[in-house]
């Protein structure tokens, strides 16, 4: 089946420190990716959409300039959480959609746990 | 809220038991989708039904769908304690592209 890897799968940081997570589509292509935070038993609550290519799409209350989304490839995106705050600590999963089998499915990487001191 | 609801929150249940979760949403849907988050991972495609069906079948799930009254439910049958997760629905929209998550219910499958 389709293999997203997160990576690194949990970083710890210093408050105002930024900090860079990856996200890769092993076996297909992804023109579009998607970011989710997740807060300890509670739901995925999307972030933004990127596109591979073109600038990130942000949900509302999202700061793009605290969150940077980059798609440089088709099997690339990453997301810089930039002067990171205890406040944006957090479990941050990404997920891509296959863009030639296209069943409207996603697959998730493992996520990735940000603790910010 | 945007949200799709979720009901029950938590179920626990003994080994061998069907659970049934129950998921609800407010506006149009393409598709939805069930996932499974272990504790602390990524998550899981379970199965995906279209709009336009009303039942699906994947070994050991069923899930139906109801749009008149904008529900749908996971069944699992024959539990095993494996199953223990969480489970999500998630809700298909905007041509498919983006998807919006329920709340979840905390299965705990013992033995």
């Known amino acids: 089946g389709a293999v997203v890897s997160q990576h690194p799968s949990w970083v710890i940081c210093k408050s105002g420190t930024s900090v860079k997570i990856e996200c890769r589509s092993l076996?297909?292509?992804?023109?579009?990716m998607f970011w989710y935070r997740q807060f300890p038993k509670q739901s995925l609550m999307l972030m933004a959409t990127s596109n591979e290519g073109s600038k990130a799409t942000y949900e509302q209350g999202v700061e793009k300039d605290k969150f940077l989304i980059n798609h440089a490839s088709l099997t690339l995106s990453t997301l810089t959480v930039t002067s990171a705050h205890p406040e944006d600590s957090s479990f941050y999963i990404c997920?891509?959609?296959?863009?030639?089998?296209?069943?409207?499915?996603?697959?998730f990487g493992e996520g990735s746990r940000l603790t910010v001191l | 809220s945007q949200q799709g609801e979720e009901d029950p929150q938590a179920l626990s249940i003994q080994e061998g038991e069907n659970a049934t979760m129950n998921c609800s949403y407010k506006t149009s849907i393409n598709n939805l989708q069930w996932y499974r988050q272990n504790s602390g991972r990524g998550l899981v495609h379970l199965i995906l039904i279209r709009s336009n069906e009303r039942e699906k079948h994947s070994g050991r799930l069923r899930v139906t769908l109801d749009t008149s009254k904008k529900s749908s439910s996971l069944l699992i049958t024959a539990s095993r304690a494996a199953d223990t997760a969480s489970y999500f629905c998630a809700r298909g929209t905007g041509g498919g592209n983006k998807l919006t998550f329920g709340t979840g219910t905390q299965l705990k499958v013992e033995l």
């Open positions: 997920s891509a959609r296959d863009r030639v089998i296209n069943t409207g499915e996603l697959f």
């Open positions: 076996d297909f292509q992804a023109t579009t």
